[in-house]
């Protein structure tokens, strides 16, 4: 995963389409307004200690602000997007080091330089995807002009990869290895978070359930293989069909739910039908046959009696109503049309 900041070129893109990739990254690794974690804290107290400097900061910068994932030496958790030294780091792409902010004209008449903290040395460093784009900044911040040398920026570079890495691998362990969905602990957390903002913003919530059918037989007839070949085309058939901020999780098993955000009961609907028309279609072989696939869909929508997405997952409409398994002497298990199910939308 390390990646050399200290040289890294920038994107040869638009600012336009930098910036939507850039929030686009950002928006995938859902860090945004989650609490403050052990990992990141570690990282601003080595800053401190390794720096000796009273300020020091793992943040993200959306569109209009710097969010401090980790923080020592400040109090405010965020500040305006416009007023931060950070929004040059991101710009640069490449560590920034301003030895006197009262001798840089960028920042000499920064509110943060004028007034409190009344910051005078500042070095950044971008937090970097793995695909190049800069989500935030690592940051040591002082209270008197000091040199920042050669040795000092790389590992200031290095406890921003550490940050990265972090990230990185906190959102390959939420992700289920075979279908490319969430895992059921981060569906289950993103959605909970998903939910607050919904409540606080009082915008449409939807969450659709699906089960695959027969998917037992699936396995016994084929082999386990074909089930996990099943599993992902499935998901891969589905994606086709979601937003960037739809959450699409595999509960366990064959069973997946998403949660749709800014989505009413005609749109959750909507959705569900293309879902269900995209998995009949979904050609899945096995030498020289081919595996029909149907599921079972519940649905439902978010109202002021669910208090969390574990009572929002055990709401009767969401319960798919899956058909017979078929016995091994059934002649052709597969050719039951797809039906929704029993409630087939509700309150939640």
Same mark, same amino acid.
């Given at each position: 995963?390390?990646?050399?900041?200290?040289?890294? #070129? #920038?994107?040869?893109?638009?600012?336009? /389409?930098?910036?939507?990739?850039?929030?686009?990254?950002?928006?995938?690794?859902?860090?945004?307004?989650? #609490?403050?974690?052990?990992?990141?804290?570690?990282?601003?107290?080595?800053?401190?200690?390794?720096?000796?400097?009273?300020?020091?900061?793992?943040?993200?910068?959306?569109?209009?602000?710097?969010?401090?994932?980790?923080?020592?030496?400040?109090?405010?958790?965020?500040?305006?997007?416009?007023?931060?030294?950070?929004?040059?780091?991101?710009?640069?792409?490449?560590?920034?080091? !301003?030895?006197?902010?009262?001798?840089?004209?960028?920042?000499?008449?920064?509110?943060?330089?004028?007034?409190?903290?009344?910051?005078?040395?500042?070095?950044? !460093?971008?937090?970097?995807?793995?695909?190049?784009?800069?989500?935030?900044?690592?940051?040591?911040?002082?209270?008197?002009?000091?040199?920042?040398?050669?040795?000092?920026?790389?590992?200031?570079?290095?406890?921003?990869?550490?940050?990265?890495?972090?990230?990185?691998?906190?959102?390959?362990?939420?992700?289920?290895?075979?279908?490319?969905?969430?895992?059921?602990?981060?569906?289950?957390?993103?959605?909970?978070?998903?939910?607050?903002?919904?409540?606080?913003?009082?915008?449409?919530?939807?969450?659709?359930?699906?089960?695959?059918?027969?998917?037992?037989?699936?396995?016994?007839?084929?082999?386990?293989?074909?089930?996990?070949?099943?599993?992902?085309?499935?998901?891969?058939?589905?994606?086709?069909?979601?937003?960037?901020?739809?959450?699409?999780?595999?509960?366990?098993?064959?069973?997946?739910?998403?949660?749709?955000?800014?989505?009413?009961?005609?749109?959750?609907?909507? !959705?569900?039908?293309?879902?269900?028309?995209?998995?009949?279609?979904?050609?899945?072989?096995?030498?020289? /046959?081919?595996?029909?696939?149907?599921?079972?869909?519940?649905?439902?929508?978010?109202?002021?009696?669910?208090?969390?997405?574990?009572?929002?997952?055990?709401?009767?409409?969401?319960? /798919?109503?899956?058909?017979?398994?078929?016995?091994?002497?059934?002649?052709?298990?597969?050719?039951? #049309?797809?039906?929704?199910?029993?409630?087939?939308?509700?309150?939640?």
């Amino acid at each position: 995963m390390h990646r050399n900041l200290v040289d890294a #070129p #920038p994107l040869a893109m638009d600012e336009d /389409s930098i910036e939507a990739g850039r929030l686009g990254a950002l928006e995938r690794f859902d860090v945004l307004d989650t #609490p403050r974690e052990e990992a990141f804290d570690r990282i601003t107290r080595l800053i401190r200690n390794i720096f000796d400097l009273p300020i020091a900061v793992v943040s993200m910068i959306d569109g209009h602000r710097q969010w401090y994932k980790a923080y020592e030496g400040l109090e405010n958790r965020e500040v305006g997007r416009n007023e931060t030294f950070c929004k040059y780091t991101l710009q640069e792409l490449t560590p920034l080091v !301003v030895p006197d902010a009262q001798q840089d004209q960028r920042f000499a008449q920064n509110p943060h330089v004028t007034g409190n903290p009344h910051i005078r040395f500042y070095a950044g !460093v971008p937090l970097r995807t793995g695909d190049g784009h800069a989500i935030g900044t690592v940051c040591a911040i002082g209270y008197e002009p000091r040199q920042f040398n050669a040795r000092e920026t790389a590992i200031l570079c290095d406890l921003s990869q550490l940050a990265m890495d972090t990230l990185e691998l906190r959102q390959l362990a939420a992700v289920d290895a075979l279908t490319g969905t969430l895992s059921r602990r981060a569906f289950k957390e993103q959605a909970a978070h998903a939910m607050g903002l919904a409540r606080r913003h009082k915008h449409d919530l939807a969450c659709i359930t699906l089960d695959l059918d027969h998917f037992k037989t699936v396995n016994d007839r084929y082999g386990h293989a074909a089930g996990d070949k099943v599993l992902a085309a499935m998901a891969k058939a589905c994606r086709q069909h979601l937003r960037g901020s739809d959450l699409f999780g595999r509960l366990g098993g064959e069973e997946f739910a998403l949660l749709l955000p800014h989505t009413d009961r005609k749109g959750m609907t909507e !959705v569900a039908e293309k879902l269900r028309g995209a998995i009949g279609k979904a050609e899945i072989r096995h030498g020289a /046959s081919k595996i029909p696939v149907t599921a079972s869909f519940g649905m439902a929508a978010l109202d002021a009696r669910t208090q969390d997405i574990d009572q929002l997952l055990a709401m009767p409409a969401l319960r /798919s109503t899956k058909p017979r398994q078929p016995a091994a002497t059934d002649a052709s298990p597969f050719v039951r #049309p797809m039906t929704w199910p029993r409630g087939r939308a509700g309150g939640c």
